[in-house]
């Protein structure tokens, strides 16, 4: 991905934006009938504390040493993050842009620039 581009070097869609587009398409769907609905329905709070279980579980498996635990719960965080995306406005392209605006920068030097929260 480069400067906020949220297509692979062939054109190809990138994973999360498909994932992204597929929550969007959840949203007022049916709850019973559609996990993103329903977490949609509960709010952001529910989202946020979703979220927050499954990068807790990443950290578990990498702790652990589970090579394949960090991967499958890394999908489950990243389509957690994708919920609360939708739930907030925010879209992929909103975070590549964050991150190409991020690129060449330190890391120590782009924390010292955030303003205090």
Do not use: C, M, N
């Amino acid at each position: 991905l480069t400067g906020g581009d949220s297509s692979l070097a062939g054109g190809e869609a990138h994973a999360l934006d498909k994932l992204f587009a597929t929550v969007e398409s959840r949203r007022g769907a049916d709850p019973t009938s559609s996990w993103t609905a329903k977490l949609l329905s509960k709010g952001v709070p529910k989202v946020s504390q979703k979220v927050g279980e499954e990068a807790v579980e990443v950290v578990i498996e990498a702790v652990r040493g589970d090579k394949e635990g960090v991967i499958k719960e890394s999908a489950d965080l990243l389509y957690h993050l994708s919920v609360l995306w939708a739930a907030t406005g925010v879209t992929p392209d909103d975070v590549y842009a964050e991150l190409a605006r991020r690129e060449g920068t330190s890391g120590i030097v782009e924390k010292q620039a955030r303003k205090p929260s």
